[in-house]
């Protein structure tokens, strides 16, 4: 190979940057250059930048395997992940910002935990396990492969705040659970073994701030990093609720 194959490309990240704990800081757009690696991802690139450039740059990252969701941003105006966004994929000029919607921390940091804490306490988006079970001391029902398995699909959920960011009606009303909560539900209305039926489930997102506030634009699912059925799943329950509703 001659040395104009190898050379690597150069790329320019333009960061919105804003520390609100900072009463002087205001809301700016910062370009960084770098060379371009094999196999770099955007957070290996922020890593760089961080390291090498300037080490003030905000962003969170905990597990670099697209599993704790800390990690997401908005890159060239869509949620992804930034460990699991290869910078090949992308332009040699991209723009990060923060995710809309949650509260900013500084930078590209914002704080979806909060928000997922109380959109789970509301839900209660736990097992309310039946009376028959539970006693420990008795081994559990057995479970079919399938179920097991559609089950799983909706658990994998690392909220991380991509779904929400990418919505309409969640940024029109605070109150919306969105679809990370449409998924919770539909998650724990499978279980055999939570004790909840369709009625109190209803009672939770039967109303605009669930399904009904669900304007079906559908881009939750477009952007889901995890590839959750988020699109089967919410038409499901707003039909499931539409039927009690009417009832």
């Known amino acids: 190979m001659n040395a104009k194959t190898n050379a690597r490309r150069r790329i320019t990240l333009t960061i919105l940057r804003h520390n609100p704990q900072d009463a002087n800081s205001k809301p700016r757009l ?20 961080r390291e090498h450039q300037d080490a003030s740059l905000q962003f969170d990252f905990v597990c670099r395997a ?49 928000w997922m804490r109380g959109m789970s306490e509301r839900l209660e988006t736990w097992l309310h396990a039946r009376e028959r079970e539970a006693d420990l001391s008795r081994i559990e029902e057995r479970m079919s492969p399938d179920l097991a398995e559609a089950i799983y699909a909706l658990d994998r959920c690392v909220e991380c705040g991509c779904c929400v960011a990418a919505c309409g009606t969640a940024q029109m009303r605070q109150d919306f659970v969105g679809a990370v909560g449409f998924g919770k539900i539909a998650r724990f209305r499978l279980d055999p073994r939570d004790r909840r039926d369709d009625a109190a489930f209803y009672e939770l997102i039967g109303d605009d701030s669930g399904v009904f506030g669900c304007m079906s634009l559908l881009a939750c699912h477009d952007v889901c990093p995890k590839s959750l059925p988020l699109e089967t799943q919410i038409a499901f329950l707003r039909r499931k609720m539409a039927f009690l509703s009417a009832a």
């Open 30 to 49: 910062q370009r960084y250059a770098l060379e371009e690696a094999e196999g770099m991802t955007l957070f290996i690139a922020l890593n760089e930048i």
């Open 66 to 114: 697209g599993i704790c969701g800390s990690c997401a941003m908005m890159v060239n105006g869509r949620p992804r992940l930034a460990c699991r966004t290869l910078t090949r994929d992308l332009p040699a000029e991209t723009t990060l910002a923060p995710l809309p919607f949650f509260a900013l921390i500084g930078d590209l940091s914002v704080d979806t935990g909060k």
